[in-house]
């Protein structure tokens, strides 16, 4: 099947910096990708949609500006996270539809996983 | 707005023997996706089964099989011969067919296997 890479898996950056999440789709392109945050424990949660030259969807409650999507080619979308916070922790999840017709299932990346000190 | 529901935080099962890991969802939509996806240890989320909302016939892949109950709004997962390696996270969802980023998950069940 499909494969969607993700680089960092773990990143720990200090409280104020920021830092960027890649998510690739390998062996397809993908004008759509899909971010996701799971805290400990818990379910995937929507957090924005990734669109190949255009701005992204952000879910209700998510900020955009501090949570910077950038969707540069069919096959790269990046999440970055600006001056981050300790609350910022979590593990970070992007996925693309699949490319074939159908459609209607998503690939995930392996997720990264952030701590912020 | 669509809900999924998993009531079971945490399953147990021994090996060998079959399990069912329960999901509810809530929609006003007449056409739409359902899965069930596993998280392992190593997070990355892999595809169980899917369902389409509109083919009566349940879904099954090899020792998984749900039991899809649409008037109920219920989409449960059977796991017979439970191995050691189906222990993860069980995640339900929920995919609108008429809007490509509206994936819902429930909270999730963790399923242990006891050999």
């Known amino acids: 099947g499909a494969v969607v890479s993700q680089h960092p898996s773990r990143v720990i950056c200090k409280s104020g910096t920021s830092v960027k999440i890649e998510c690739r789709s390998l062996?397809?392109?993908?004008?759509?990708m899909f971010w996701y945050r799971q805290f400990p424990k818990q379910s995937l949660m929507l957090m924005a949609t990734s669109n190949e030259g255009s701005k992204a969807t952000y879910e209700q409650g998510v900020e955009k500006d501090k949570f910077l999507i950038n969707h540069a080619s069919l096959t790269l979308s990046t999440l970055t996270v600006t001056s981050a916070h300790p609350e910022d922790s979590s593990f970070y999840i992007c996925s693309a539809p699949s490319p074939s017709g159908s459609s209607d299932e998503q690939y995930f990346g392996p997720g990264t996983r952030l701590t912020v000190t | 707005a669509q809900t999924v529901t998993q009531s079971q935080p945490e399953m147990s099962v021994q090996e060998a023997e079959t399990v069912t890991l329960s999901c509810t969802y809530d929609?006003?939509?007449?056409?739409?996706?359902l899965f069930w996806y596993k998280q392992p240890p190593s997070r990355q989320m892999i595809l169980v089964i899917r369902?389409?909302?509109?083919?009566?016939q349940n879904a099954t892949e090899n020792r998984f099989s749900v039991n899809f109950q649409k008037a109920a709004k219920s989409f449960s997962l059977k796991i017979s011969d439970s191995q050691l390696g189906d222990a993860a996270m069980y995640f339900c969802?929920?995919?609108?067919?008429?809007?490509?980023?509206?994936?819902?998950f429930g909270a999730g069940t963790r399923l242990t296997v006891k050999p």
């Open positions: 969802a929920y995919r609108s067919r008429y809007n490509n980023n509206d994936m819902r």
């Open positions: 062996d397809f392109q993908a004008t759509t």
């Open positions: 369902q389409e909302a509109y083919k009566q």
């Open positions: 929609t006003s939509e007449s056409d739409y996706y």
